[in-house]
T-cell receptor
Framework: EAGVAQSPRYKIIEKRQSVAFWCNPISGHATLYWYQQILGQGPKLLIQ????????DSQLPKDRFSAERLKGVDSTLKIQPAKLEDSAVYLC????????????FGNGTRLTVT | TQLLEQSPQFLSIQEGENLTVYCNSSSVFSSLQWYRQEPGEGPVLLVTVVTGGEVKKLKRLTFQFGDARKDSSLHITAAQPGDTGLYLCAGGSGGGADGLTFGKGTHLIIQP
C-alpha cells in the first residue's frame, strides 16, 4: 500500500513569513494527525482529525497555526507568521483510529526559520 | 498532562552486546507503542502492548509492559549495526482523542 505522502520535504523561510505543508494519508484511514518534532525530542501532537472534524487541537498554537482537512482526506497545516522556535520537522500520520491503532507516519517536512 | 520519560537518552555499544532501554510514566496508559525512527524518516511502529505484564518478542527484540501499565522496557539481544536509530515509546490514553504521547526517545548507536 502507498504510504503517507508529505510535501515539501524541506522549507527555509524567514521569520514572520508564512508557510504551508501538505499531507495525503493512507487510503481509508479516517484519522489524521499532525506532529511537531523539534531536534532531539519526540514528536508532539499538534492536531488530530477524525474524517474532516477536529478531535483534539489542545496543543496547537492557534494564534499562528491552522490546519484543515476539508474533504476528510488531504490535509494542510499552515503557520503564519513563523517564529524562530517553529524550526522543526512536521510529521503527518494516519490511522484507522481507535485506541491502540498504529500510526503510519510520512517522512515529514523539515522547516528552518531564519 | 501525561509524560513519558525514556532512559538512557543516548547509548552507544558494540555489535553483539545486549541492551535495555526504559520508558516510565506516573500515568496509566491504555496501550503503549514502540517506534524506531531513522534520520530523515518518520517513526515506524515496532510493537503495541495493551495488557499489564504483557511480553512480546520480535526476533531479537523483547518488549514488556509493566503490570500497572505505567512503564515499559525494550531489550535487544546481540545488537547489530542495523538496530541503530531513535527508539520512541508512545502512550495511548484511549477514548476518542487517541493521539499518542511520545517520549523524547533513546538514541541508540551500534558500532561494528
Amino acid at each position: 500500500e502507498a504510504g503517507v505522502a508529505q510535501s515539501p520535504r524541506y522549507k527555509i523561510i524567514e521569520k514572520r513569513q508564512s508557510v504551508a505543508f501538505w499531507c495525503n494519508p493512507i487510503s481509508g484511514h479516517a484519522t489524521l494527525y499532525w506532529y511537531q518534532q523539534i531536534l532531539g525530542q519526540g514528536p508532539k501532537l499538534l492536531i488530530q482529525f477524525q474524517n474532516n472534524g477536529v478531535v483534539d487541537d489542545s496543543q496547537l498554537p492557534k494564534d499562528r497555526f491552522s490546519a484543515e482537512r476539508l474533504k476528510g482526506v488531504d490535509s494542510t497545516l499552515k503557520i503564519q507568521p513563523a517564529k524562530l522556535e517553529d524550526s522543526a520537522v512536521y510529521l503527518c500520520a494516519s490511522s484507522f483510529g481507535g485506541s491502540g491503532s498504529p500510526l503510519h507516519f510520512g517522512n515529514g517536512t523539515r522547516l528552518t526559520v531564519t | 498532562t501525561q509524560l513519558l520519560e525514556q532512559s538512557p537518552q543516548f547509548l552507544s555499544i558494540q555489535e553483539g552486546e545486549n541492551l535495555t532501554v526504559y520508558c516510565n510514566s506516573s500515568s496509566v496508559f491504555s496501550s503503549l507503542q514502540w517506534y524506531r525512527q531513522e534520520p530523515g524518516e518518520g517513526p515506524v511502529l515496532l510493537v503495541t502492548v495493551v495488557t499489564g505484564g504483557e511480553v512480546k518478542k520480535l526476533k531479537r527484540l523483547t518488549f514488556q509492559f509493566g503490570d500497572a501499565r505505567k512503564d515499559s522496557s525494550l531489550h535487544i539481544t546481540a545488537a547489530q549495526p542495523g538496530d541503530t536509530g531513535l527508539y520512541l515509546c508512545a502512550g495511548g490514553s484511549g477514548g476518542g482523542a487517541d493521539g499518542l504521547t511520545f517520549g523524547k526517545g533513546t538514541h541508540l548507536i551500534i558500532q561494528p
